[in-house]
Nanobody
Framework: QVQLVESGGGLVQPGGSLRLSCAAA????????MSWYRQASGKQREFVAR???????VYANSVKGRFTISNNYAKNTVYLQMNSLKPEDTAVYYC???????WGQGIQVTVSS
């Protein structure tokens, strides 16, 4: 089973920025769809953003205009640039590659003053 390794999370003040990265731990694997989800404490996991075949992107309304998803197929890596962060963006963020369906371990993002 291919593992996904996430990085870039942490604590940031409201209005700040963070960049998350998620990389497949081995080569020879190429997902067609790379996505980010998040789960706030006490809430269900929700969709954040998706990139399909490196071109088509989809965003949740709550992050549209503030977050940007991108990827590097050669490095099997997907990124999430998060700008103008709000306290309600606080959550554990998970990357997802498909196919096959693989989840990252999750990384904490906390937006607080």
């Amino acid at each position: 089973q291919v593992q996904l390794v996430e990085s870039g999370g942490g604590l940031v003040q409201p209005g700040g920025s963070l960049r998350l990265s998620c990389a497949a731990a081995e080569s020879g694997f190429s997902a067609k769809i790379m996505s980010w989800y998040r789960q706030a404490s006490g809430k269900q996991r929700e969709f954040v953003a998706r990139v399909v075949l490196g071109s088509d992107t989809v965003y949740a309304n709550s992050v549209k205009g503030r977050f940007t998803i991108s990827n590097n197929y050669a490095k099997n890596t997907v990124y999430l640039q998060m700008n103008s962060l709000k306290p309600e963006d606080t959550a554990v963020y998970y990357c997802n590659f498909f196919p096959p369906q693989i989840w990252g371990q999750g990384i904490q993002v906390t937006v607080s003053s």
